[in-house]
């Protein structure tokens, strides 16, 4: 099962990369944690309409911790609920 998430993980870190690779290049941050954003970013804006939304939610759509989530956006100018909001 685990083999299974990081085989997925591996594969959307992949196509996001590709899919803008100057967004992630130019970052200061490292590809992996822009692809983090990217994958967060996207899932969000998919379920934005969900009144549920949690960042445990999203942290568990993208296969991350909730403090990991959290510490994605402390470079960021705005919180993860700010973002959101």
Do not use: D, G
């Not at 549920?52 to 989530?69: D, E, F, G, K, Q």
């Amino acid at each position: 099962m685990k083999v299974k998430i990081l085989e997925q993980q591996l594969l959307n870190l992949i196509v996001l990369t590709l899919s803008a690779p100057k967004e992630v290049m130019m970052s200061t941050r490292s590809s992996i944690q822009s692809v983090h954003l990217k994958r967060i970013k996207h899932y969000v804006h998919l379920h934005l309409e969900n009144p549920a939304l949690t960042p445990a939610m999203v942290a568990a759509a993208c296969h991350i911790s909730v403090r990991y989530l959290h510490k994605l956006f402390v470079e960021l100018p705005y919180s993860f609920s700010e973002w959101v909001k």
